[in-house]
């Protein structure tokens, strides 16, 4: 398999606005672009987009907003997992041969209609994300005897991070009993355990190892991947206190890229809910399972940002499109030390986890420089 | 680049009905299994859908319907060529080493909201498909002096051989005056001058060469492959009267395959609207600019059924998500001497064009036994 590695990126704040989809996408497209004039856009071979809006033709209209004409040219939808698998897609067009230079830009809107989980009948009415939140949440504090003030710190570090990320949604940072007392969703879910959807759009252009020689001074690489879809109902999941899909793709992941957990450095995990950092923590193999709190709050007493240092989905937003590319570029930006006051300490190898509706599916990328 | 080929296929009859998406990717899907059951549904390693349908996570949904549990699933849009693209995306995976076999499965409502270009503000309030092969149409006849009667002998031929194909939406035939005579849609469009929206559903398995020792008896291999997106909107095309990125998808999957075009036997083309067809073979190269209705009638009159063997768009309906891959099953049948009363004679390399929204975007594929 010949190398693949990632060439340049591009981000732009997440926000509330109402823009559309095309102007969102072409935001990130545009930064990437205007960062790195050496691009010769004729090299482009694909342009792959990673959204649940309901427009269609999206990559057509990107690359000719963008002055792409590209052979490849398609969106992919996957829920909140979209952006992972389309760069694992790009990766596949160039390990293939049959690309050299593939764009892959992500944008959602705020009112994406990936919200809510309408195809899940196993669900009867209860098919927005926080009902199986809610139930990981309850099945996860039972069987290891966590408190509510406890997951409640996974907000608290997150927004803490997010407060050093001048993209982020939030700049907030929150105290545990401001988690406690924001709005009660459920018995076992408060506002501010939840990341918010909102407006926003990340791009990265991935290439050949013939390619990455002209342009980039700093490569990175994608040295492991791994996905695995166990189901789509929440119902067929096998365990209600780990994840089975983000087990089975964090160790392909690793196995590719010739690493163990202990090896990486800086990751980047889906934290859609509080309950969600802890279970991935686990279930990636950081840490044992019930003893994912105690990492999460001894990073957070250090002021250790290995975990989330863009500030997670719960601090930066949840443009769910987006989100898999955002991940991913702040693991090239820590990976490349140009992380600024969220830099952790000279990162190696980084991994990126994204997953979708309560981890019935999941992607892990291993990325080093 | 290593050999992908196609280990099996499945697909259903296009018709009018009001099933669900679900329903209808799974009925092909299904298909595909009864027919193989040797198949070992743990070594599909990627579900990928095609499709403009607005539902999410369609493809873990069809995997857990069908008993797979996927590395790689995620649905892929590009308007009537998302078919095509599937099967691209699926050779890539597996050319790159990420995945042994993959299931592409395509479907559509006769709803499908990838029917009217929302998005091209450059057509004003004439966003239906139908004005752009009205200019299409205007445009072909007078540079090359064709008439109303010439262009609707592409209709009643792609009718007659849809006739002898138990799974196209229509049956019927007719004839130059029976188009004449259908319902006028614009000053150069007719009813029965254009293909249909449908229910439908085609689905494929492609492997690599090792794997298709162990399933497939009658190997079909993937050999050419092209693609081009010259724009989105179709104010940018730089012809009324050819279609440029058919031209280089169509050189550029030759030039893979090691193959001319006066070497293929056997041709699905996009026949969206009969002046496609005539465009689409000159644009391929099987015959000058201009003379493309001269090798539809001779084709005609002389019962050969190279071109659009299953009946094209036209005759078989148009459900857009499962076009290009209800097109490459065609070629396979034709390739291993199965389709019947369509039938042509023993062709050993056959060729398989899809394309979206006036031509700005085409993939031309080869296959061979």
Chains 1, 2 share one sequence.
């Not at 490849?72 to 897609?89: D, F, P, Q």
């Not at 990073?299 to 590319?325: D, S």
């Not at 979708?356 to 892990?364: D, G, I, L, P």
Request: hydrophobic fraction near 35%; proline fraction near 4%.
């Amino acid at each position: 398999m010949s190398k693949v590695g990632i060439a340049a990126y591009g981000k732009i704040p997440f926000t509330k606005d109402d823009h559309k989809i095309e102007s969102t996408l072409h935001k990130s497209a545009n930064d990437l672009f205007q960062k790195n004039p050496e691009i010769d856009k004729k090299e482009i071979d694909a342009v792959l987009i990673s959204t649940n809006n309901n427009s269609k033709y999206l990559s057509p209209i990107l690359s000719e907003m963008s002055g792409i004409q590209p052979k490849i040219a398609h969106s992919i939808e996957s829920l909140c997992n979209s952006g992972t698998n389309s760069i694992v897609s790009a990766f596949s067009y160039i390990s293939s041969g049959l690309a050299d230079m593939v764009l892959v830009s992500g944008a959602e809107r705020y009112d994406s209609p990936g919200q809510i989980l309408e195809w899940d009948n196993s669900r009867g009415e209860f098919k927005h994300p926080i009902f199986w939140a809610s139930i990981f949440s309850k099945s996860y504090k039972e069987k290891y005897n966590i408190s509510d003030e406890e997951l409640a710190i996974v907000s608290v570090k997150n927004h803490k991070q997010a407060s050093k990320n001048p993209n982020a949604l939030s700049k907030k940072t929150y105290t545990v009993e401001d988690v406690m007392n924001s709005k009660k969703l459920t018995d076992d879910l408060k506002l501010l355990d939840c990341s918010r959807p909102c407006t926003g759009s990340a791009s990265i252009l991935l290439a050949s190892e013939e390619i990455m020689k002209k342009y980039a001074d700093s490569p990175i690489w994608i040295t492991g991947i791994g996905q695995k879809t166990t189901s789509a109902g929440f119902t067929k999941n096998t365990s209600l206190s780990s994840m089975e899909s983000t087990k089975i793709a964090g160790q392909s992941a690793l196995n590719m890229s010739n690493h163990n957990i202990s090896e990486i450095d800086v990751a980047e995990v889906h934290d859609a809910f509080s309950v969600c950092e802890p279970m991935i923590l686990e279930s990636l193999g950081f840490t044992d399972p019930g003893n994912g709190m105690d990492m999460i709050k001894n990073l957070h007493q250090t002021n250790n940002f290995k975990i989330n240092p863009r500030g997670g989905l719960i601090g930066c937003g949840h443009p769910l499109g987006a989100t898999g590319i955002s991940q991913t570029i702040e693991i090239i930006e820590q990976l490349q030390n140009n992380a600024e006051s969220r830099q952790t300490d000279n990162p190696k190898t980084g991994l990126i986890h994204n997953m979708s509706a309560a981890a019935t599916s999941s992607t892990v990328l291993v990325l080093e420089k």
